[in-house]
């Protein structure tokens, strides 16, 4: 642990001698991130529904963590709230790992991780040795599939039984047709010019980290591009890390990092990948897809796999751009090995995650522990 967060866990120990003043609300819920200053996704769709049962008295501490000395101060005082909705909420939920929640989780409030992801190809949390601090206290950890107990449970800290195969409220939408068509309407109310074209998306994640810094995989589109149809587009969004990033832009090749994921993934006739757990998300919509891991052999040694990669993965997977260009040179997929992917990563499909996980969340404001 860095000087910088010594000198915050002992400011925030003094602070928590005092949570005796502070007594846990038995109707609160609060909704913490640090990757978005507004609900979306899983918050967005468990929010919805809480409001709309009723009962509840909801929070929301919603930032955005960035580097620098400005914001690293934002944050430090955000822990001090962070601090005092941990003290008074009867559930906190997270949707990333929390240094807050870490440390000073207060006895009888309960923490419910969302994840923002769903599914993990990649080791991360506590697998990793480069952590800062380690991941505990969380009560109950939501998954897609029970393919992710041990997995999760070494990432999270957790037990296997307290990993909820519930499913992610935020894929529930697409179950649904007609939120599906709505999208492909407003992208290409948006891009009107695409519209009958073969729409390529690429959506890599990112390497390394926010502290040591962050890299990502290059492709030489333009080379790529010369190769394909002249129909086909390559439309690239960005890790949310990265999303300041530009590849560059022209006429049939387009940056739409500001864009919203789910729109992107509803309205491509195609997503090339890396390690993304968005994979999974676009299982759901039955379409091609492609994995360049130019970096495999590389990313196995160093981070490490949670799946067999070149097994598991329903898709092709190239480690070349010539690879890449083969398998985008073919429209077809393996539609049977999807069938079997999605059966095996995303057990619940019948739209009613939401429901689900607001179920669960009733059970744990009843429980008097």
């Not at 120990?13 to 991130?33: D, E, G």
């Not at 501490?61 to 001090?80: A, E, H, Q, S, W």
């Not at 994979?279 to 990313?299: G, N, P, R």
Request: charged letters at 25%.
């Amino acid at each position: 642990m860095g000087l910088a967060k010594m000198v915050l866990t002992a400011m925030l120990s003094i602070c928590n001698l005092f949570r005796f003043l502070t007594p846990i609300k038995a109707n609160k819920i609060t909704f913490i991130s640090m990757t978005a200053d507004h609900l979306e996704h899983d918050f967005l769709a468990l929010d919805r529904c809480l409001k709309k049962r009723g009962g509840y008295d909801l929070h929301y501490n919603l930032i955005v963590f960035k580097k620098g000395l400005l914001d690293d101060f934002r944050y430090m005082l955000n822990c001090f709230r962070q601090l005092y909705e941990i003290n008074t909420s009867k559930l906190i939920i997270l949707n990333d790992n929390n240094f807050v929640v870490t440390k000073f989780k207060r006895k009888g409030t309960y923490v419910l991780q969302t994840w923002h992801a769903c599914g993990a190809i990649k080791k991360f949390g506590n697998q990793l040795t480069t952590r800062q601090y380690p991941v505990k206290n969380y009560d109950v950890v939501l998954a897609n599939s029970s393919y992710w107990t041990q997995a999760y449970s070494e990432a999270f800290g957790v037990k296997q039984e307290q990993i909820a195969i519930t499913g992610m409220p935020r894929v529930d939408v697409l179950m649904d047709q007609a939120y599906v068509h709505q999208q492909q309407a407003l992208f290409h109310q948006k891009y009107p010019q695409l519209k009958n074209q073969y729409k390529i998306l690429y959506a890599p994640t990112f390497r390394g980290n926010v502290i040591d810094g962050l890299r990502y995989d290059t492709i030489d589109f333009e080379k790529l591009l010369a190769q394909l149809p002249k129909d086909t587009v390559i439309l690239y969004k960005m890790h949310p890390l990265l999303k300041n990033i530009s590849l560059g832009e022209q006429e049939r090749f387009l940056n739409v990092s500001d864009e919203e994921l789910y729109m992107l993934l509803c309205s491509c006739d195609c997503l090339v990948s890396d390690y993304s757990s968005i994979l999974f998300d676009y299982s759901l919509l039955h379409k091609k897809a492609v994995c360049y891991a130019s970096d495999y052999q590389d990313y196995a040694h160093t981070i490490g796999f949670n799946v067999k990669y070149k097994e598991e993965m329903p898709m092709d997977i190239c480690e070349s751009e010539k690879e890449l260009l083969a398998c985008l040179q073919t429209r077809d997929f393996d539609e049977e090995r999807l069938r079997k992917f999605q059966q095996r990563f995303m057990e619940h499909t019948d739209g009613k995650n939401t429901e689900r996980v607001s179920d669960l969340i009733e059970r744990i404001m009843k429980d008097d522990r």
